[in-house]
């Protein structure tokens, strides 16, 4: 009979934040595949807990996984953990898991700690709808384009962000949302834990350290929120203000926004659609 294959959530900085689940299994399986298992080796430590141990990570998951496969096949129980948080939420996993369901094999959460949640529980932003966009990418024109498909949806917007990114994200995010209300939250569970909250425009990051998670409130009513103009209203008004055609102005929005005329093309099409829709 084939074993299982457990996800186990781990602390995301306080040790203390582990279930008692979580203890037990990483206690009774016969193996560890860790994310860095230099890494997880702490927190065994800590527990008392000594286990074998492989490293499954972005780099070897294809090999990894199908030795693992084997391996539960062969009737081992094993524990899949990530640097921090819950496995497979913008960590690697996905394969083991998606692979491990077709082979049959059962796989059994064991939840616990994740970023998102722990920061949005404490945001103070809407928590009823939210989306998490997981990394916004790395070069600019890019991450505007992400935001900027991101824009019509009415939830909290969740990100995890590197801290040497936060400030341009957070000034790419004002400009192409709008002054929207906002959590940058760092550090959580650690010692030097921070909710920095407020509109875009008035965030300040002296610290450029740390982890992040940030929040950004969805499109709002409040008068002294300057909102974000729509690519169409945006196209609109420069057709009628400067007498240019659709297509020069839809050239001229997309370059004042860093995005392409496709894209921007693209997300009038959707902003368009979205209006028929309220
Ligand atoms: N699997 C993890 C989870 O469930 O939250 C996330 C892993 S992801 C590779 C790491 C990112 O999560 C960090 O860059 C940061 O954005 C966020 N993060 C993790 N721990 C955090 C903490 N203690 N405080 C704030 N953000 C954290």
Not at 50 to 77: C, F, M, Q, W
Not at 255 to 264: N, P, Q
């Amino acid at each position: 009979m084939s074993g299982k294959l457990y996800l186990v959530a781990t602390p995301i900085g306080n040790l203390e934040d582990i279930t008692l689940r979580a203890l037990r299994v990483l206690r009774e399986v016969d193996l560890i595949a860790c994310e860095d298992t230099r890494h997880t080796r702490k927190l065994l430590a800590h527990y008392e807990i000594s286990k074998p141990t492989v490293s499954y990570h972005d780099h070897n998951e294809r090999e990894r996984a199908a030795d693992i496969i084997e391996k539960l096949k062969a009737g081992l129980n094993i524990a899949l953990v990530s640097d921090a948080g819950t496995p497979l939420v913008s960590d690697p996993g996905f394969r083991l898991v998606r692979d491990s369901i077709d082979e049959g094999i059962r796989v059994v959460p064991i939840p616990g700690p994740s970023a998102l949640v722990t920061a949005l529980a404490a945001s103070g932003l809407a928590t009823a709808e939210f989306t998490f966009a997981g990394f916004l990418p790395a070069r600019r024109y890019a991450r505007r384009a992400r935001l900027a498909q991101l824009a019509p949806l009415r939830s909290t917007l969740v990100f995890y962000e590197a801290p040497h990114r936060i400030k341009e994200t957070l000034a790419d995010a004002r400009d192409v949302l709008g002054n929207r209300q906002t959590v940058v939250a760092r550090e959580l569970t650690k010692l030097h834990e921070q909710f920095i909250r407020g509109a875009l425009s008035e965030i300040e990051i002296a610290e450029t350290r740390g982890e992040i998670v940030l929040l950004i409130g969805p499109p709002t009513e409040d008068k002294n929120l300057e909102p974000a103009r729509s690519i169409l209203e945006e196209v609109e008004a420069a057709m009628r203000e400067d007498g240019i055609d659709r297509k020069n102005a839809l050239k001229r929005v997309a370059r004042a926004r860093h995005i392409s005329k496709s894209e921007a093309y693209r997300l009038m099409l959707a902003e368009a659609s979205a209006h028929e829709l309220e």
